[in-house]
């Protein structure tokens, strides 16, 4: 069984940035590709962006498009989210999930998840 501990969440204000870290145990995190999701107040949980195994496919959102990046470290187990000129509604909680296979395969296609890390973005 994955752990997933998100890290880097914090209040901000609008345009500023901020990256969030996601630190996995086991062996097999290269095995997996690896995704952020968020979810804000009163709404459902949606895909932010994903990446696959060896960071050479990357998916996002098309509301964080030019804005997020996704990066990992396999020799470190780490997945990071490197988010710029932040919005308002960005505001959320963000998740990291491990994803069921090698490459990104949709937002289902993702079984275990980390406990989030809160962002406010303030106007």
């Known amino acids: 069984q994955v752990q997933l501990v998100e890290s880097g969440g914090g209040l901000v204000q609008a345009g500023g940035s901020l990256r969030l870290s996601c630190a996995a145990s086991g ?8 995704g952020w999701f968020r979810q804000a107040p009163g709404k459902e949980r949606e895909f932010v962006a994903a ?9 996002y959102a098309d ?5 997020f ?16 000129s932040l919005k308002p509604e960005d505001t959320a909680v963000y998740y990291c999930a491990r994803g069921s296979s090698l490459y990104y395969t949709g937002p289902q ?3 275990s998840w980390g406990q989030g890390t809160q962002v406010t973005v303030s106007s």
């Open 27 to 34: 062996r097999t995190f290269s095995n997996y590709a690896m």
């Open 51 to 59: 990446i696959s195994w060896n960071g050479g496919r990357t998916h």
């Open 109 to 111: 296609g993702f079984g």
């Open 69 to 84: 990046t996704i990066s990992r470290d396999n020799a470190k187990n780490t997945v990071n989210l490197q988010m710029n």
């Open 63 to 67: 509301s964080v498009k030019g804005r």
